[in-house]
């Protein structure tokens, strides 16, 4: 598993967020609710728009094999509030052909890397976030993860957080 950063600063390229582009159409829950579904694919419907969404300000974690094919990826942006700081995971997605060769757990010790790097600069405290549907399995890997349920959101949703610490992804 080969493993890279893209944002504002380090650009992807345009193969590369197509592929991006496709697995998360092709991966997306059917749990979310019609309207919200059709925006997040329209923001993320082909390369150009992965690519803008690393210009306005998202972070992708990418897991590719050796011959550049996307295994799986993660998107993360940064809520900054009054008191506290909190790197969300906004989408984990593992293409079905790599799924049980742990790169899940690859691409969120990558996340928690880079969250660790912006502690290091932040005045303000720093945690993990993400928000999950009630009903997806893998709300059972984030709670392994460390990550405890907060209160539900909108859309069925539940927010799920932990703080960054040691510990292992």
């Known amino acids: 598993i080969l493993l890279n950063t893209y944002n504002a600063e380090n650009e992807m390229s345009i193969a590369m967020a197509g592929q991006i582009a496709d697995l998360f159409a092709a991966s997306y829950?059917?749990?979310h609710q019609y309207p919200e579904r059709d925006r997040d694919i329209k923001e993320r419907e082909d390369a150009e728009s992965i690519c803008r969404q690393c210009r306005d300000g998202k972070t992708y974690f990418v897991a590719t094999d050796n011959q550049q094919n996307?295994?799986?990826?993660l998107e993360s942006s940064v809520v900054v509030m009054e008191d506290r700081c909190v790197v969300m995971m906004n989408w984990l997605m593992v293409d079905e052909?790599?799924?049980g060769q742990k790169v899940s757990t690859a691409l969120h010790k990558q996340f928690i890397a880079y969250a660790k790097s912006l502690a290091e600069k932040s005045a303000l405290p720093v945690y993990l976030g993400l928000n999950?549907?009630?009903?997806?399995p893998?709300?059972?890997?984030y709670e392994?993860?460390?990550?405890?349920?907060g209160p539900e959101v909108s859309g069925g949703k539940v927010f799920m957080y932990r703080a960054i610490g040691d510990e292992e992804a």
């Open 97 to 99: 052909a790599y799924r």
């Open 132 to 136: 999950v549907n009630r009903e997806n």
């Open 70 to 73: 996307v295994m799986g990826f």
């Open 138 to 141: 893998a709300m059972t890997v």
């Open 29 to 31: 829950p059917q749990a």
């Open 144 to 149: 392994k993860w460390g990550y405890e349920k």
